[in-house]
């Protein structure tokens, strides 16, 4: 069974920075492209950013780039986000997914995500 694991949340104030990890137990992680998203207090879940399985090719949100990085080591099963000059309104709980094996799509629809963490919740204080 798919499991992903998130890491690293945590309270920092606005203009910090946080690493989120993302570890699988996932056979083959690297064929498999990944993603973020988060989720603010009654908001929909938002993309934030996608790799693909070789981890050449990134996708972000026009508004996380440039503060976001999404990376991941495929010999340690792990995707991760790093999130600099956070801002209060980053807020939210932060999660990791994987896409079915296939090409890398540079979209951010959820419905392309079939397997999904549990969140790790960021909180930034202005």
């Known amino acids: 069974q798919v499991q992903l694991v998130e890491s690293g949340g945590g309270l920092v104030q606005a203009g910090g920075s946080l690493r989120l990890s993302c570890a699988a137990s996932?056979?083959?992680?690297?064929?498999?492209?990944m993603g973020w998203f988060r989720q603010a207090p009654g908001k929909e879940r938002e993309f934030v950013a996608s790799i693909s399985s070789s981890g050449k090719s990134t996708f972000y949100t026009d508004s996380m780039k440039g503060r976001f990085t999404i990376s991941r080591d495929n010999a340690k099963n792990t995707t991760y986000l790093q999130m600099d000059s956070l801002k209060p309104e980053d807020t939210g709980v932060y999660y990791c997914?994987?896409?079915?094996?296939?090409?890398?799509?540079?979209?951010?629809?959820?419905?392309?995500?079939?397997?999904w963490g549990q969140g790790t919740q960021v909180t930034v204080s202005s």
């Open positions: 997914a994987r896409t079915p094996s296939g090409p890398f799509l540079r979209t951010g629809s959820p419905s392309l995500f079939t397997s």
């Open positions: 996932i056979p083959f992680f690297s064929i498999y492209n």
